[in-house]
């Protein structure tokens, strides 16, 4: 098996509010659509992200477990500037995003956070020592 991810799929609540999230308030354009079932969209070279009704999902799938709490998974989005950061993080914001202000990290950079309105946590961050995964 080669090593690398073609599709990232998260089941989503609301498939028009996931749309309305994505699309209208973080400017996003679907590559592939099926109304209220899918929404897909070209986030790298060769990788998609997939946004699928949760009963879709749990249909083909299996059922999903559900509790309080964080969902055990983030997305991570960087950078060319700790000013890209905080843009990011407003759009967010101004598309009804809950978001966790950025700050210096340990590590060396600067990131904050978001959750889409399934509460998927998006971290947006600017890495001064991998240039190279900004494009």
């Known amino acids: 098996m080669d090593q690398r991810i073609s599709f990232v799929t998260l089941p989503v609540r609301d498939l028009e509010a996931a749309r309305r999230f994505y699309v209208d308030g973080l400017g996003w354009r679907p590559r592939f659509e099926a109304p209220d079932e899918v929404l897909m969209f070209q986030v790298g070279e060769r990788l998609l992200l997939s946004l699928w009704d949760a009963a879709a999902f749990e249909e083909e799938v299996g059922p999903i477990a ?48 978001f959750a889409d309105p399934d509460g998927f ?15």
């Open 66 to 113: 559900r509790g309080t709490g964080v969902p055990p998974l983030t997305l991570a989005h960087n950078v060319a500037s700790r000013e890209d950061v905080d843009a990011v993080l407003s759009t967010a914001r101004a598309a009804g995003a809950e978001v966790r202000d950025a700050q210096d990290r340990a590590w060396g950079g600067y990131s904050g956070y």
């Open 121 to 135: 946590r998006w971290e947006i961050a600017w890495n001064p020592d991998a240039p190279d995964l900004v494009p």
